[in-house]
């Protein structure tokens, strides 16, 4: 497998060299600076590709060229949007940048309540806790259907926690809520985000699906003429939100989006710690199953709690199987290059997913929630040392 790492370009904490030095040899990255929706410049991807290459690195995987809303309602100017997203993926491919990782998730790019969750050894982890998205949902946000969202019990909880919040955490919360995290299209405001959920409630769940099979066959025949491979992300958490409709989460939205539009060019990224949030979901099956189809890997791990809740664990210890995921992994790799015929794409890149905020960085700024130096190089050197081991035995 190709390790690679995510970096969020120029203004990033951590430098080019330092991720060198972790040991990756492909970055994941994107042109931050783009506004959502306007087409990449070869100048901008080209020159973005020298400053990665001289450090010695090699821009492996674009995550992401963001989609923007309007194309996923159909409204506004989306039809011009998609002919600018059709130039990017060709603009991208002109430069030699090939794999794309895009999401299609309703209003807001993956959701946490707590960025500093607190564990036993005292380092952080990202949390999602349905008590406290609840309460912000029904009592902050005051969402039109709010309450018939939640079972009794989170409903009992949810009061509770809200009347026990101060000012200071109800603020918190909501910041972290939707606020805009690295990925995302921008920030929201509370009547903001009340008109965007409602326009994609409005639209349903086969609604919004049918509007990411539209937009895949307006790109994909693109893609598939440059070369390129767009790999769709899955819903984080992959669970409605705010009643919004979810069409990535499970492996029946795979195998839709994939029957949807076949073609070479449209593909999955696995990421274990999105699709592993729910427990109906089988990794090590999916990858067997979509394993062809799978062109991009996030490794993480989470434990799930029976409410829907989950933090973000070590990357070996967890509800996930991750060695049995890497196994699948690097037997369709092996299944690539035994009927390779001199194509591309036969190892996968995958890039350690998230990490723990440890000592060393608890008080650096810049350190984006998720996206520690430390964090991330401990889960690198944990997956690498699966990788390496049950290479021997898939390889024999």
Known sequence: MIETWRWFGPSDSISLQKIRQAGATGIV????????GDVWSVEAIAERKRMIEQAG??????????????????????????????ESIKNAAACGVYTICYNFMPVVDWTRTNLMYRLPNNSHALRFEMTDFAAYDM?????????????????QKAELRFSNMND?????????????????????????IRAAIQQFIDLGTEGFR??????????????????????????????SLFGLPRVVSTASDAQALLDACPSPANGLTMCAGSYGARGDNNLVQMTRDFGEKIYFVHLRNVIREADGSFYESDHLDGDNDMVGLVEALLNEEKRRYKAADGGEYLS????????????????????????SYVGRLKGLAELRGVIHTVSRFVNH
């Open 168 to 192: 200071d955490e109800r603020e918190a919360l909501e910041k972290n809520i939707i606020a805009g995290l690295p990925g995302g299209e921008g920030s929201y405001t509370r009547d903001s």
């Open 57 to 86: 690195l090699d821009w492996t995987v674009i995550e992401s060229i963001p989609v923007h809303n309007d194309i996923k309602t159909r409204t506004g100017n989306y039809l011009q949007l998609i002919e600018n997203y059709k």
């Open 29 to 36: 990255t994107s042109l931050h600076e783009v506004k959502t």
């Open 210 to 239: 049918q509007n990411l099979f539209l937009f895949l066959q307006a790109i994909i025949p693109t893609a598939e003429e440059v070369g390129a491979k767009m790999c769709i992300h899955p819903d984080d958490p992959p669970f």
């Open 139 to 155: 009592y902050l946000l005051k969402r039109a259907g709010a309450v018939e969202s939640y079972s009794d019990e989170v409903k």
């Open 348 to 371: 996968i890149p995958m890039r350690p997913d998230h990490g723990h905020l440890l000592e060393d960085e608890l008080h650096q700024a810049g350190v984006k929630p998720g996206y």
